[in-house]
């Protein structure tokens, strides 16, 4: 059964920096590929971060230069780390896996972000 839990959430002002973890178990790790998604209240859920099981990595233009997704394989986890966080930052955020091996995908429960003074 595979199973991906989301963690690192909280309240941070307007500057500051949050690191989220996503641990995965069930699945090959070094195999999958591996998007943070947000999602706030009224807007549809959008992609943020993506890293591939090569290690290639991605970002939404809103959060380019500011965030960085990366993988430790060893550990069955990958991170978002958040700088310069803005208001507009603020949302759940959501971790996403897809075995290269699978047709499936498969979805963490979320954390809350918030951005606020």
């Known amino acids: 059964q595979v199973h991906l839990m989301e963690s690192g959430g909280g309240l941070v002002q307007p500057g500051g920096s949050l690191t989220l973890s996503c641990t995965t178990s069930g699945t090959v790790f070094r195999l999958n590929g591996l998007t943070w998604y947000r999602q706030s209240p009224g807007r549809q859920r959008e992609l943020v971060a993506a890293?591939?099981?090569?290690?290639?990595?991605s970002y939404a233009d809103s959060v380019e230069g500011r965030f960085t997704i990366s993988r430790d394989n060893t550990k069955n986890t990958a991170y978002l780390q958040m700088n310069s966080l803005r208001p507009e930052d603020t949302a759940v955020y959501y971790c996403?896996?897809?075995?290269?091996?699978?047709?499936?995908?498969?979805w963490g429960q979320g954390t809350q972000v918030t951005v606020s003074s």
């Open positions: 996403n896996a897809k075995p290269v091996y699978m047709t499936a995908d498969y």
């Open positions: 890293i591939a099981s090569g290690g290639h990595t």
